[in-house]
């Protein structure tokens, strides 16, 4: 099945540690994104990537890394100087006019 | 910069009875697309309808609908006949129709519950 596929879903990590969360998808876009949601509010844009070996950054980007060096593939790198890490993060890819998400990843800092 | 306003953060309603949302935004560009997103508790980002600024038609997908009004940017999601399984957080959200930069804005969400 096409779609979009983040791992790990849950992920717990200490403070000061570095972590990546993987974004994968196989729908053939070129755009992808990463949006972070904290309970209860909206979505919130971290870095976006218009084509491979290019990306911007969004509305939070302070504390987070990325790369594109496939077309397929988007990871998020969640950095110890992140102030706040615990959220909910979101990926997605488009196509024209439409946006497809995958399910999530849920990270908290112990 | 765009910004998309939802200026109600909880809702509810009776089964069967209708509700409308309401969503504002603020953008110069002519050309743009709008979305309403479900998201009920399993956090999933469900696409409900979406409505091209280029088009006076309002969208429909079955109970859902929109009223779309270009010059007063406000763009409401109507549900018709609310089921339980309406209850969600639901988020309007903007974009633009092409370009560098393009990606999406959403508001802050509404929080719709449906009573039985």
């Known amino acids: 099945d096409g779609g979009i596929t983040q791992s790990p879903k849950y992920l717990f990590r200490k403070e000061g540690q570095n972590v990546t969360l993987s974004c994968e998808q196989n729908?053939?876009?070129?755009?992808m994104y990463w949006y972070r949601q904290d309970p209860g509010q909206g979505l919130r844009l971290i870095y976006y990537?218009?084509?491979?070996?290019?990306?911007q950054k969004g509305d939070i980007a302070e504390g987070y890394s990325v790369s594109r060096e496939k077309k397929e593939s988007f990871p998020l790198t969640v950095t110890s100087a992140q102030k706040n890490p615990t959220a909910f993060y979101l990926c997605?890819?488009?196509?024209?006019?439409?946006?497809?998400f995958g399910e999530g990843s849920r990270l908290t800092v112990l | 910069a765009q910004t998309v306003t939802q200026s109600q953060p909880e809702m509810s309603v009776q089964e069967a009875e209708t509700v409308t949302l309401s969503c504002t935004y603020d953008?110069?560009?002519?050309?743009?697309?709008l979305f309403w997103y479900k998201q009920p508790p399993s956090r999933q980002m469900i696409l409900v309808i979406r409505?091209?600024?280029?088009?006076?038609q309002n969208a429909t997908e079955n109970r859902f609908s929109v009223n779309f009004q270009k010059a007063a940017k406000s763009f409401s999601l109507k549900i018709s006949d609310s089921q339980l399984g309406d209850t969600a957080m639901y988020f309007c959200?903007?974009?633009?129709?092409?370009?560098?930069?393009?990606?999406?804005?959403f508001g802050a969400g509404t929080i719709l519950r449906v009573k039985s």
């Open positions: 997605a890819s488009r196509t024209s006019g439409r946006l497809f």
């Open positions: 729908l053939n876009h070129d755009a």
């Open positions: 990537s218009q084509i491979v070996n290019d990306f």
């Open positions: 953008t110069s560009e002519s050309n743009y697309y």
């Open positions: 409505q091209e600024a280029y088009k006076q």
């Open positions: 959200a903007f974009m633009k129709h092409a370009g560098r930069g393009n990606k999406l804005v």
